[in-house]
């Protein structure tokens, strides 16, 4: 039987959010800077993220994927005006074709 990263995983990320939750709420309100990681584009980075908890790059998926490891990231990643996990590059939809069709 195979054992769940999940459990352990959660418990981790979680750890790391609230410490960076911390740390935001700490700064001046007036000054805040994000204090999760951020791509240039202002999303949040998912696989400094992973990096940061020590954990190996493949189990970067699980961040994308498992709703309730996506969903405790993008709390935090909107309160410090971050992008969340899953938005689309701005860049990417204004050369969108017009005719094109959503889910096509």
Known sequence: MTRSILPELLRDLELYLD???????????????PTLPANPDSKVNVRAIILAL????SQEQ???NKPEL???????????????????????????RPDAKDGS
């Open 70 to 96: 996506k969903s405790a990231i993008n709390a935090v990643a909107i309160e410090q005006g971050l992008k969340p996990i899953g938005s689309r590059s701005d860049v990417g939809e204004s050369h969108r």
């Open 54 to 57: 020590g954990r190996a790059q």
């Open 62 to 64: 699980h961040l994308f």
């Open 19 to 33: 410490r960076q939750a911390i740390e935001w709420q700490r700064q001046p309100e007036h000054d805040r800077v």
